[in-house]
T-cell receptor, first 110, second 119 residues
Framework: RKEVEQDPGPFNVPEGATVAFNCTYSNSASQSFFWYRQDCRKEPKLLMSVYSSGNEDGRFTAQLNRASQYISLLIRDSKLSDSATYLCVVGYTGRRALTFGSGTRLQVQP | GAVVSQHPSRVICKSGTSVKIECRSLDFQATTMFWYRQFPKQSLMLMATSNEGSKATYEQGVEKDKFLINHASLTLSTLTVTSAHPEDSSFYIC???????????????FGPGTRLTVL
């Protein structure tokens, strides 16, 4: 079983749609959680950290459920520029490197 | 914001040659840098953790004699792919960890990556 699992997609949605991505992680000792965005042939860029209380940044809302070991990302009012691969990323206690999910590809269509 | 640079951005080489990739943190000091590799349509896979002034820690399955890592200063880590072969062709990405405080989740900033093609 992968340490971080994501639905690979692709998710094809029209502009203005709301889309949600889910992610599960297997290690209960996980300490930090992030969503990164990766455009084709580019490096990952931090989209947002994810906190237990949930957090919002503009059109993006992230949620963390530690009991279920589940992380989500909600994108409202999708823009064409949101098209990318979204990576669920987890940091573990005692291990300073991050573990990446395989990513969920989003394609926003006009 | 924190900036990490990587050089070169793209390299094409013949089989059997060695390739050096540099990773620099431009506006902060990084005691730890990480080297990842990403094959097409796959996730980033950690290759090794590079610590300034000490030996790198390699992940299982990564040959330390083939992927030489040197972290000579707080702003520079290098990865040398020795005797490269076509199967080493990949996207190599470094990241530098910016510590935000004890007990607080830390953030990593990524370099733009180096696309290696071995003919």
């Amino acid at each position: 079983r992968k340490e971080v699992e994501q639905d690979p997609g692709p998710f094809n949605v029209p502009e203005g749609a709301t889309v949600a991505f889910n992610c599960t992680y297997s290690n209960s000792a996980s300490q930090s959680f992030f969503w990164y965005r990766q455009d084709c042939r580019k490096e990952p860029k931090l989209l947002m950290s994810v906190y237990s209380s949930g957090n919002e940044d503009g059109r993006f809302t992230a949620q963390l459920n530690r009991a279920s070991q589940y992380i989500s990302l909600l994108i409202r009012d999708s823009k064409l520029s949101d098209s990318a691969t979204y990576l669920c990323v987890v940091g573990y206690t005692g291990r300073r490197a991050l573990t990446f999910g395989s990513g969920t590809r989003l394609q926003v269509q006009p | 914001g924190a900036v990490v640079s990587q050089h070169p951005s793209r390299v094409i080489c013949k089989s059997g040659t060695s390739v050096k990739i540099e990773c620099r943190s431009l506006d902060f000091q990084a005691t730890t840098m990480f080297w990842y590799r990403q094959f097409p349509k796959q996730s980033l896979m950690l290759m090794a953790t590079s610590n300034e002034g000490s030996k790198a820690t390699y992940e299982q399955g990564v040959e330390k004699d083939k992927f030489l890592i040197n972290h000579a200063s707080l702003t520079l880590s290098t990865l040398t792919v020795t005797s490269a072969h076509p199967e080493d062709s990949s996207f190599y990405i470094c990241s530098a960890r910016m510590l935000q405080g004890a007990g607080v989740s830390d953030t990593q900033y990524f370099g733009p990556g180096t696309r290696l093609t071995v003919l």
